[in-house]
Nanobody, 117 residues
C-alpha cells in the first residue's frame, strides 16, 4: 500500500502564496504521474496540475501562470507552489499518484487551503 502525505496548507490572504508538498512512501519513479486535485464545498473534485515521470506538465486553466508543480525523486516529493492566490482557490487539495498499466491510483488525505478576501 502506498501512502501519500500532504503538508503546507493553511490560511492566506488574497494575493498571497502557499507551498504544498506531497511525500510518497515509495519511489515516485514507480508512478506514471502525480498530480494535485482540489475540491471546494459543493463542487466536484478537479485537476489542478499534473507532472509525469518524464517531466511533462499540465495545468488547469486558472492555475496556469500562478501555480508551479515540480517533483524531487530523491525526496519522493511533489510540490505545488501557489502564488497570487484568490478566494476561489479555497478548497481541500489532494495529492494523487497513478500507474497506467494496470490502472492503479492512490490519494492523500487532503490539506485545506483557505484564501481570505
Amino acid at each position: 500500500q502506498v501512502e501519500l502525505v500532504e503538508s503546507g496548507g493553511g490560511l492566506v490572504q488574497d494575493g498571497g502564496s502557499l507551498r504544498l508538498s506531497c511525500t510518497a512512501s515509495r519511489s515516485i519513479n514507480s508512478f506514471n504521474g502525480m498530480d494535485w486535485h482540489r475540491q471546494a464545498p459543493g463542487q466536484e473534485r478537479e485537476l489542478v496540475a499534473r507532472i509525469t515521470r518524464n517531466g511533462n506538465i499540465d495545468y488547469e486553466s486558472s492555475a496556469r501562470g500562478r501555480f508551479t508543480i515540480s517533483r524531487d525523486s530523491a525526496k519522493n516529493t511533489v510540490t505545488l507552489q501557489m502564488t497570487r492566490l484568490r478566494p476561489d482557490d479555497t478548497a481541500i487539495y489532494y495529492c494523487h499518484a497513478y500507474r497506467s498499466i494496470p490502472w492503479t491510483d492512490y490519494w492523500g488525505q487532503g490539506t485545506q487551503v483557505t484564501v481570505s478576501a
